[in-house]
């Protein structure tokens, strides 16, 4: 894992990790509150291959009300970062029924606006509305 850090811009500190992650999710055109994240150790992003990974000091769960979602963010979450994308996603989980399939991808699809996929290494596809995971949601 440390190899895919090298060259990476890095922020520590909550504060300074939490600017970087929500200007990360601006930049790629992803919904601001697609991480709610406490206690940021650590944020950090290789432009040459997106990579980019977050620490923070404990596991995070966090309810999306508009859809009832209940979803997990672990101490150390990480993937690849692109135009309207994360894959290669690790350390999101989304609770289905009494289980947690881990998250491996998010997908804003440009043929359905307003829509964004959550796949999971299960082969699970779950669509919401973008507007579930805005600032503050």
């Known amino acids: 894992m440390a190899d895919n850090k090298e060259g990476g811009i890095v922020k520590k500190g909550h504060d300074e990790g939490m600017k970087m992650a929500v200007s990360l999710l601006q930049e790629f055109e992803l919904p601001e509150g697609l991480l709610p ?3 940021v150790v650590e944020v ?3 432009k040459n291959t997106g990579y980019m990974w977050i620490v923070q000091q404990e596991k995070v769960e966090h309810e999306f009300k508009m859809i009832s979602k209940l ?3 672990d101490t150390e979450i990480n993937g690849i970062v692109e135009k309207k994308r994360i894959k290669k996603l690790k350390g999101v989980k989304a609770k289905e029924l009494m289980l947690w399939p881990p998250v491996s991808e998010i997908v804003i699809d440009d043929k359905q606006p307003g829509k964004i996929h959550f796949k999971s290494l299960a082969g699970i596809t779950k669509t919401f ?3 579930a995971f805005a600032s503050g949601q």
């Open 37 to 39: 994240l406490a206690n």
């Open 129 to 131: 509305p973008v507007e």
């Open 71 to 73: 979803v997990s963010y």
């Open 44 to 46: 950090g992003y290789v």
